[in-house]
């Protein structure tokens, strides 16, 4: 390859030297037109190789460029700008599309998991370990002793979140009563419920007495962490012993002690309504 673009260029310069040879033969005079015109060929011919080699050392040698390979399988650069062309999606209308995907999949994941009812029930109690609660006017419909001689009723609002409780507080139910009667109707209107084979309750942690102060009384001896009521008198009494008290109330009353909490149902204050 080398050995014939040597001999390219040389044959180039010869016919360069004679072309050279014949311009000058017919611009010179007569007289120097007798001399050999090889002798004026070989000397334009020097000076021809001269000029060129000096012209060719000057210029900088660079590589031979790689033409880039095409694979056979990849289309025309037109076809793919006119594809692409046709296709295309305004800047604006993508990137609210990506932005709104993205924001759907950041809210799907970031989605904030509904607590149980056990999660509330050990959050309201600060995780109290035991709570004593009255009967009437919270787990059962009837709302005073004199109720209870006709019938006794499990309220089944409150059903699911009394299981609650005893799963995880050590509970207690007291009630005043007003004869032995009264107290069979509450303790086969608990059990009917499923009270003492669902829950962790027992019977002999349903207590009964047969005044307002005995149920007070009841209450300072188990010292729970807290107690539920009704009755703003003994809610009154115990603020002082007791950690945390739940007043059971559909009238919220003006002043509570810092301790004291008010709902008007049992449910409502964990939000099962």
Known sequence: MADSSKEELVQLIKRFGAYLTVKISNLLPISLQRLDSRSVGAVAGLAFAIVFTWRLLRSPSLPPRRQPKRQAGTPSSSSVSTHSNATSVPSGVSSSLVDSRAQNVVDEFFQPVKPT??????????????????????????????????????????????????KFCDLYLMERVLDDESEKKVL??????????????????????????????????????????????????????????????????????????????LEQFFGCV
């Open 188 to 265: 086969m209107a608990l059990e009917d419920a499923g009270v003492f084979t669902s829950g962790g309750l027992v019977k002999d942690k349903v207590l009964f007495c047969n005044t307002e102060n005995g149920r007070s009384s009841f209450v300072r001896q188990l010292e729970p962490d807290w107690h539920i009521d009704t009755n703003p008198e003994i809610i009154s009494q115990l603020a002082r012993f007791i950690k945390y008290q739940l007043h059971i109330s559909a009238i919220r009353p003006e002043r509570t002690a810092p301790n004291v909490f008010s709902a008007p149902a």
């Open 117 to 166: 009812l056990g999660q509330i029930v050990r959050q309201k109690l600060s995780e109290g370990r035991k709570v004593t609660c009255r009967l009437a006017g919270v787990i059962l419909e009837e709302s005073s002793p004199e109720d209870l001689q006709k019938q006794a009723t499990v309220r089944s609002a409150v059903l699911e979140v009394l299981l609650e409780i005893t």
